[in-house]
């Protein structure tokens, strides 16, 4: 098969509050899909950074006496230390007040403004009297018009509602509760409504390639028709607006930030020798565009990104695929760090080993509805699942009694069937987006090769026929050394063990065996139970 040059994008979380899990289950399928592209021998980038612009960040500096880019910084060191904690393979992870990303953004900006898809409007916008300043959406506070529920003015928490700017006018500023009132403001807007047909098009080819929950609410916008959006804000905090008299404003956070992607991979491309940018984001190149983030990220992904590709008129690939997660609740309950619910990601680090959290996040996680996480689900899916099956059937054959290298046996016939077989069936479920069903599969690899120790017994073949114990030890160190493969997007840390023990260079995704007479040594066990105590 040909090599594809995939482009996988993680959606940027925002530099002003630590990560909780749900983040990492919302964007864990990101790495997933990164480690299965690179094992198939794609040419693979993985894009993000940290979103460091923007209303929230730039208020809590001035609450807390700082600059904006301290605190964007200090969440910017979180995120690194939390993502490489997880594992996560970025191949880089940027921040959006990085010189390079916003020169280049300015860039990407002015091609839109000269193709005429920018254009300036002076409307009445929310002002706050008492603080004599515009008010961002974020600023503002209401009662949703959909559900009811209290929420701030970008979007509702509850039921995802982006108020307009008609409805922003009932509510009231987040700082001193003043009612909002109207100023007259002048404001550069983005002609989303012009790409509402090729968007359309886009989203009916390719829609099939997207979770569910991204295939409705896009099609929800669209059917509503697609309305154009402010692109300046009134902030000393962000990327400049590269057009005359709007030096005073900078650009929203929304559009910077999602072209992010782009400004990362031609920052990569910048220092490689084997690939361009334009191999990832222009037409004709076997690629392939993955997003991965949370239900709440879908129309930027879906349709803002695409609309700022179009934009540009240079024959851009848009996204193909969309991973949207649904929420990941603790204890049925959302993650709040205010009201003590749940456990931020570094917090969970602390306690557990990466390799168990990203196994029971992507095996259980939110992939198709809302799934909720607790202490004693994912402890039992440590001690039952990952150390008592995958653990166990590695530590009970690597370090078999007094077995000191591989035995030089045969491989079995229905045991090497099965490898085969997981191989194929694993990779179809992978490219369509199925992670929990492709991890299944995989595990029921692991239990059919305990099955085959238990059944085969070789504590007494080792007394009784020594070449029937070297073929089912050397079947038992096969199925390992290929779980080193199918596991190696769920369980890095564990599958490099595996591969160092048996003396693999680099996984693949083929059948592998091991050479007879390697040496066995410093076999350690792979987890370690949890006690419940």
């Known amino acids: 098969m040909e090599k594809r040059n995939i482009l996988i994008g993680g959606a ?15 964007l864990i399928s990101g790495d997933f899909l990164a480690r299965y592209h690179r094992i198939k021998g794609d040419n693979v980038l993985y894009v993000s950074g940290s979103d460091c612009h923007g209303t929230p960040i730039t208020e809590r ?57 920018i254009y300036e409007k002076h409307e009445n916008q929310a002002y706050c009297e008492k603080c004599g300043k515009f008010l961002s959406d974020r600023e503002i506070v209401l009662k949703c018009p959909e559900c009811g529920l209290e929420t701030k003015g970008d979007q509702c928490d509850n039921c995802l509602h982006v108020p307009t700017s008609q409805e922003l006018m009932d ?42 929950n991204a295939q409705n609410e896009t099609l929800k916008y669209l059917k509503q028709g697609l309305l154009d959006r402010a692109v300046t804000r009134d902030l000393t905090w962000g990327v400049d607006i590269p057009v005359a008299d709007y030096e005073d404003k900078k650009m929203y956070v929304w559009i910077e930030a999602v072209l992010g992607y782009v400004t990362d991979t031609m920052k990569l491309c910048e220092t490689r020798t084997d690939c361009t940018w334009e191999d990832f984001w222009k037409e004709g190149h076997n690629n392939k565009i993955y997003m991965c983030h949370g239900k709440d990220n879908i129309m930027f992904h879906s349709i803002i990104l695409n609309a700022l590709l179009l934009g540009q008129e240079e024959n851009y690939h848009l996204v193909d695929t969309i991973v949207s997660a649904e929420y990941l609740n603790f204890n049925d309950q959302k993650f709040s760090k205010s009201k003590g619910i749940g ?56 370090r078999f009694k007094e077995l000191t290298e591989v035995p030089n046996g045969k491989l079995d016939k229905n045991i090497k069937e099965q490898i085969e077989k997981t191989y194929v069936e694993v ?29 085969k017994q070789p504590w007494i073949a080792k007394k009784e026929n020594i070449e029937e114990f070297n073929d089912i030890i050397y079947t038992c160190t096969v199925i390992i050394a290929n779980l080193s493969n199918l596991f190696e997007m769920v369980m890095p840390t564990a599958c490099k063990k595996i591969r160092k023990y048996l003396k693999i260079e680099n996984p693949c995704w083929n059948l592998i065996e091991v050479e007879p007479g390697l040496k066995l040594e410093n076999i350690e066990p792979l987890f370690t139970r949890i006690d419940k105590k």
């Open 61 to 117: 500096a001035k609450k807390e006496g700082i600059t904006p880019k301290e605190i964007a910084q200090k969440y910017d060191e979180e995120f690194n230390k939390m993502f490489n904690g997880y594992q996560f393979s970025y191949d880089l992870y940027s921040r959006t007040y990085d010189e390079y990303h916003k020169e280049k953004v300015m860039k990407l900006f002015k091609k839109l403004y000269d193709n005429g898809y």
């Open 171 to 212: 509510g009231n500023c987040i700082d001193c509760g003043s009612k909002v009132t109207q100023k007259e403001n002048k404001v550069l807007y983005l002609a989303l409504s012009k790409f509402q047909k090729q968007i359309e098009e886009q989203t009916e080819k390719v829609k099939s390639n997207w979770r569910i």
């Open 343 to 398: 456990m931020t990601a570094l917090e969970a680090l602390d306690l557990y080993n990466s390799d168990s959290l990203r196994y029971h996040l992507l095996a259980n996680g939110p992939e198709k509805k809302d799934t909720n996480f607790t202490i004693e689900d994912f402890e039992n899916t440590h001690n039952s699942e990952i150390l008592n099956k995958f653990g166990n059937l590695v530590n009970r054959t690597l």
């Open 12 to 26: 940027w979380p925002y530099a002003n509050s630590s990560l909780h899990l749900g983040h990492i289950a919302g």
């Open 427 to 455: 990779g179809d479920l992978i490219e369509k987006l199925e992670f929990r069903e492709a991890i299944r599969k995989v595990m029921e690899l692991v239990e059919n090769g305990n099955k085959f120790y238990d059944e």
